[in-house]
C-alpha cells in the first residue's frame, strides 16, 4: 500500500475529540442545562433544553434536592450553564411564560392538556380547577386536574397559581407554601381581599349593565366595568334571566 | 447496531434514536469533516453543525420516511453542502505566487485542542492538507469514498452525480494526492 492510501486510511480512522457527544446533543437541544435566577419572590432553579423550558423550582430546598427530583421525574442529565437564556430569564420575572416552548416530556396528555390550558390564564386572573376541567373537554375530571396541578414541573412559568378553588378558597400550590401563592397573586396585581368578599357573599360573576355581559370576577373586561354599571350574580341561570350573556374571553360557564 | 435498526429506532423515538446516531456516526463525521477543512477546529465546528441541521431536518420527517433514511450517506451530503457553503461566504484565502499552493491552506490551530493520534502524525496532518486543496468534487469524492467508505453508487446518490463521473473523480483525486504527496516528501 502507498503513503496515500496509508494516510487516508489513518484519517478515516480519525476520532472526534473528547466531548464532542456532550456538546452536539447540547446544541442540538437534546441535553438539559440548568441555572438558578433571582426574582421579586425568591431564587429559582430553572432547565430547559434547546428553547424548551424543561422544570422550574424554587431553589430554598437547595441544589440536591433539586437534581434529586429532575433526576426521578424527567430522568435525563442535567448540567449546569453559567446562564440562563435571556427569554426564560425575564418571563421568569414577569412570571409570564405565554411565550415560552416547554417540553413536557413524561407527562401524560391529560396532564399536558391541564398544563396548555393553565398557560392560557391571563397575568392578574384566576380561574377555578372546575374551568381547568370543562375548557379541557373533561368537565368531571376536577380532581385529576388539581392532581395534575400539584405535580406542575414547571411553577411560576405555567401559571397554576393562577388556578382556585370555585368557593374562593385559594387551595393547594404546586410551587411551595400557600401563603406563596397569595404573594404572586397580589405581585400580579390581584386584589385578593375582594376576592374573598365575592366568594362570602357567594358571588360568582360580575356583570355589565351596559353591555349585558357577564364574566368571571378577575376577567380583565369584568375589571373595567365602572361600579355604578356593575351587577353581581350568584348564579349563571340569575345572569341568564336578567337577560346576560357569558363573556367570550374567559368563558364563566359551560357553551 | 445495523443500520436498518437505527432508522427504526429514529422513527419510533427520534431523540433517543438521534443520541445513537451521534455516538454512531461523531468519528466517520469528523475524519469526513477533518478531511475537507483541513483542520480539526473547523471539522469540529463542521461535524457539530451537520448534525445540528439533520436533527432540525428529521424532525419534519415522517416515521416512514426516517425508517427508510441511508443515513451515512444523507449525513455525508449535509456536510459537503455546509463546507461547500461556508467556503462561498467566506473570503478566499492568500495564495502564494511561487506555486506552493499545498502550503496555503495550513490552516494555524486557534487552539490546542484535544487532538488524538491520528492528528498528532505528521502524515496525516499534511494528507489532510494535501485533500483540503484538491478541487471540491474530487475532494468530496475522494473522502466520501475513502475516509467515510460509502460505495461508488452511495457517493453518487449523495452528491446527485452519475457513478462514472464519481468513479473519474475518485481516480484522478487519488492520482492528484499521489502526485503531491511525492512532492511534499521530496521537499522536506
Redesign the interface.
Known amino acids: 500500500m502507498n503513503m496515500v492510501e496509508e494516510a487516508l486510511h489513518e484519517l478515516s480512522a480519525a476520532q472526534a475529540p473528547d466531548g464532542f457527544l456532550e456538546r452536539t446533543l447540547r446544541a442540538c437541544g437534546l441535553r438539559d442545562s440548568y441555572a438558578k435566577v433571582a426574582t421579586p419572590i425568591g431564587d429559582y432553579f430553572v432547565a430547559w433544553r434547546g428553547n424548551r423550558v424543561s422544570a422550574v423550582s424554587r431553589a430554598d430546598k437547595g441544589l440536591d434536592s433539586f437534581l434529586g427530583w429532575f433526576a426521578e421525574k424527567v430522568d435525563r442529565s442535567l448540567e449546569p450553564a453559567a446562564s440562563v437564556p435571556a427569554a426564560i430569564r425575564s418571563a421568569l420575572l414577569a412570571t409570564r411564560g405565554q411565550g415560552l416552548s416547554y417540553d413536557f416530556g413524561q407527562l401524560t396528555e391529560f396532564e399536558q392538556a391541564v398544563l396548555r390550558k393553565t398557560l392560557e390564564i391571563p397575568r392578574g386572573e384566576v380561574r377555578s380547577y372546575g374551568w381547568v376541567a370543562r375548557e379541557i373537554g373533561r368537565p368531571g375530571a376536577v380532581r385529576a386536574v388539581g392532581t395534575a396541578l400539584r405535580h406542575n414541573p414547571i411553577p411560576l412559568l405555567i401559571p397554576c397559581h393562577r388556578v382556585v378553588r370555585g368557593d374562593g378558597d385559594l387551595g393547594n400550590y404546586a410551587g411551595g407554601h400557600p401563603e406563596l401563592k397569595k404573594d404572586i397573586l397580589t405581585l400580579e396585581g390581584l386584589d385578593l381581599g375582594w376576592l374573598e368578599d365575592l366568594a362570602r357573599r357567594r358571588k360568582r360573576f360580575l356583570g355589565s349593565r351596559t353591555t349585558h355581559v357577564f364574566c368571571h370576577p378577575t376577567c380583565f373586561h369584568a375589571r373595567r366595568i365602572a361600579p355604578d354599571n356593575r351587577v353581581e350574580f350568584s348564579a349563571e341561570q340569575e345572569a341568564r334571566a336578567a337577560g346576560y350573556r357569558p363573556c367570550r374571553d374567559c368563558r364563566p360557564v359551560a357553551a | 447496531m445495523a443500520p436498518e435498526e437505527l432508522t427504526q429506532w429514529l422513527a419510533r423515538d427520534l431523540?433517543a434514536g438521534?443520541?445513537e446516531v451521534?455516538?454512531t456516526h461523531?468519528?466517520?463525521?469528523?475524519?469526513l469533516a477533518?478531511?475537507m477543512c483541513g483542520n480539526?477546529h473547523d471539522a469540529?465546528e463542521v461535524?457539530?453543525d451537520t448534525?445540528?441541521r439533520a436533527?432540525r431536518a428529521l424532525k419534519r420527517y415522517s416515521p416512514q420516511r426516517l425508517a427508510e433514511l441511508k443515513l451515512a450517506a444523507w449525513l455525508s451530503r449535509i456536510a459537503v453542502n455546509l463546507v461547500r457553503n461556508r467556503v462561498r461566504s467566506r473570503r478566499p484565502e492568500l495564495t502564494l505566487l511561487d506555486g506552493a499552493e499545498a502550503e496555503s491552506v495550513e490552516v494555524p490551530e486557534r487552539r490546542a485542542?484535544?487532538?488524538?493520534?491520528?492528528?498528532a502524525?505528521a502524515?496525516?496532518r499534511?494528507?489532510?492538507g494535501l485533500?483540503a486543496a484538491l478541487p471540491p468534487a474530487q475532494r468530496e469524492a475522494?473522502l466520501l469514498h475513502?475516509?467515510?467508505?460509502l460505495t461508488y453508487a452511495e457517493v453518487a446518490g449523495a452528491l446527485s452525480l452519475s457513478e462514472a463521473t464519481v468513479r473519474s473523480n475518485v481516480h484522478r483525486g487519488?492520482q492528484a494526492?499521489?502526485a503531491r504527496?511525492g512532492w511534499l516528501?521530496e521537499v522536506s
Request: hydrophobic share 45%.
Open positions: 431523540d438521534f443520541e451521534v455516538r461523531q468519528h466517520r463525521l469528523f475524519a477533518l478531511g480539526p469540529e461535524a457539530q448534525f445540528v436533527y485542542g484535544p487532538e488524538r493520534t491520528v492528528l502524525r502524515g496525516v499534511r494528507l489532510a485533500v475522494v475513502s475516509v467515510q467508505q487519488l494526492l499521489r504527496a516528501s
